[in-house]
């Protein structure tokens, strides 16, 4: 499998990482996952402190150990649960960033994080301190680089400003095309885009009927528009997930897509539709047939 640089990091991540969050919480399954993507070329996983109160983190560290030092390891901070567990808080505070480091180390069985993402963020948060925070952890050898994980450009940017983060993780599909609005200022400050949600909820996938069926619509695409579009995609390709994914690469800005998977066929899947070429000319036409939008919230670059 191909690898792009994480902005200026040095760090290079499979084109296709995996999101752990949909891994099971049995060790045995979550460990046959794992052991079909690597064995598939996937050196990217995903996680974070949030997912299952910290739990994926444990079982995400149990299937790596022995395997760590081939292995690009990310994970994110910033969301607290509560202490009646009913719910969480934000906080991107430093002394909070600096402690849930060494609880998502323990629980990684690791000594270091390779991309340590702020997991989200508000145009209210100090994310000067937040930075500098990250910039610290680095210095100490705790983490390689650092990210945020947004869909608020207005706070991305700010988070860039230093230009020393290396990624930011939006949702990005071919059913959701707001990013791309902010490619190449994001790639201007040095870093890349990582991507989620590029299968659209498996609407981009062979189950995309049953999916839509079961669907009130995507994002700016009520259902009947969705069923057109998918419909007219359907007459210039029979592998939807493949053109999902090429669709999503085809921006040299984009460093990897975390597609998750809660089971070895899951995976196996969409490393396959990986492999599978789409032509130039394939994506142009597909294109045409897209909304276009844009985020119309969360737009205005400031402080304030």
Same mark, same amino acid.
């Given at each position: ?7 200026? =990091? ?83 505070? =430093? ?8 609880? =998502? ?171 599978? =070429? ?27």
């Amino acid at each position: 499998m191909k690898k792009r640089e994480l902005g200026k =990091s040095g760090l290079f991540a499979s084109e296709i990482g995996l999101g752990c969050m949909s891994l099971p919480t049995n060790n045995v399954e979550a460990q046959k996952i794992v052991d079909a993507a690597i064995d598939h070329g996937i050196t990217y996983f995903d996680t974070a402190d949030l997912y299952d109160k910290g739990e994926n983190e444990v079982v995400v560290g149990h299937a790596l150990k022995g395997k760590r030092q081939n292995i690009l390891l990310a994970t994110k901070v910033g969301n607290k649960w509560r202490e009646d567990e009913a719910g969480w808080t934000w906080d991107s505070s =430093s002394s909070y960033i600096t402690k849930q480091v060494k609880e =998502s180390l323990t629980r990684l069985q690791t000594d270091y994080i390779d991309l340590y993402q702020l997991h989200g963020g508000t145009m209210e948060d100090n994310l000067e301190e937040a930075v500098d925070a990250f910039e610290s952890l680095k210095k100490e050898g705790l983490i390689r680089a650092y990210g945020i994980s947004s869909i608020r450009p207005n706070v991305v940017n700010r988070f860039l400003a230093k230009d020393q983060a290396s990624s930011v993780m939006m949702q990005y599909s071919m059913l959701d095309r707001r990013p791309e609005e902010w490619f190449e200022l994001i790639a201007g400050h040095g870093a890349s885009v990582v991507t989620r949600g590029s299968l659209a909820k498996g609407l981009l996938t062979a189950e995309v009927m049953k999916r839509v069926e079961d669907s009130k619509g995507y994002g700016e695409y009520s259902k009947e528009l969705l069923l057109e579009t998918l419909s007219k995609i359907g007459k210039h390709t029979e592998d939807l997930t493949s053109l999902a994914l090429a669709f999503v690469l085809q921006h040299k800005q984009v460093a990897a897509i975390v597609a998750g998977a809660s089971s070895e066929k899951q995976i196996t899947s969409t490393i396959d539709a990986y492999h599978r =070429s789409i032509s130039t000319n394939d994506l142009e036409q597909v294109t045409n047939l897209l909304r276009d939008d844009r985020y119309k919230e969360h737009r205005k670059i400031g402080l304030n």
